[in-house]
């Protein structure tokens, strides 16, 4: 199974925070794959401080990279419309990420459950007092 991160966990991770490695060297010992998408790339390197540039480039290199396919692109539109009519705003960037795991069949790790209300997503438990 593949696992797409969410931003606050690849930070998390880049951060040495949270016990962030360890989880991360759990899901790869369980046999998950371990992946990013164009918007937590992007939200990574908006928050990403010089110094850590070597290694965030890296790290994400070293995960699997999941395409945002016209699909995904479509599906999470629709998604944020529906979302809107029931009087709950989501922000386009979550809906682009779930979409991702939905369209690849991806598990999503994420500390933000509540900016990912979809009940067909599949969520991985985070360990507990982690935030």
Same mark, same amino acid.
């Given at each position: 199974?593949?696992?797409?991160?969410?931003?606050?966990?690849?930070?998390?991770?880049?951060?040495?925070?949270?016990?962030?490695?360890?989880?991360?060297?759990?899901?790869?010992?369980? *046999?998950?794959? +371990?992946?990013?998408?164009? =918007?937590?790339? $992007?939200? #990574?390197?908006?928050?990403? &401080?010089? %110094?850590? @540039?070597?290694?965030?480039?890296?790290?994400?290199?070293?995960?699997?990279?999941?395409?945002?396919?016209?699909?995904?692109?479509?599906?999470?539109?629709?998604?944020?419309?529906?979302?809107?009519?029931? *009087?709950?705003? +989501?922000?386009?960037?979550? =809906?682009?990420? $779930?979409? #991702?795991?939905?369209?690849? &069949?991806? %598990?999503? @790790?994420?500390?933000?459950?509540?900016?990912?209300?979809?009940?067909?997503?599949?969520?991985?438990?985070?360990?507990?007092?982690?935030?």
């Amino acid at each position: 199974m593949t696992v797409l991160l969410d931003t606050n966990v690849l930070i998390d991770v880049l951060r040495n925070r949270n016990g962030r490695r360890e989880f991360l060297t759990e899901l790869l010992d369980g *046999g998950k794959q +371990l992946a990013c998408c164009a =918007v937590t790339v $992007a939200e #990574v390197y908006a928050g990403m &401080r010089s %110094a850590e @540039a070597r290694e965030t480039a890296e790290f994400l290199r070293s995960l699997d990279y999941l395409e945002i396919t016209l699909e995904a692109s479509g599906l999470a539109g629709r998604m944020k419309a529906a979302w809107a009519k029931k *009087g709950i705003t +989501l922000t386009l960037p979550d =809906v682009l990420i $779930a979409a #991702v795991a939905l369209e690849h &069949r991806a %598990a999503l @790790a994420t500390d933000n459950r509540k900016h990912f209300p979809m009940t067909e997503l599949q969520m991985v438990t985070m360990p507990e007092g982690s935030r």
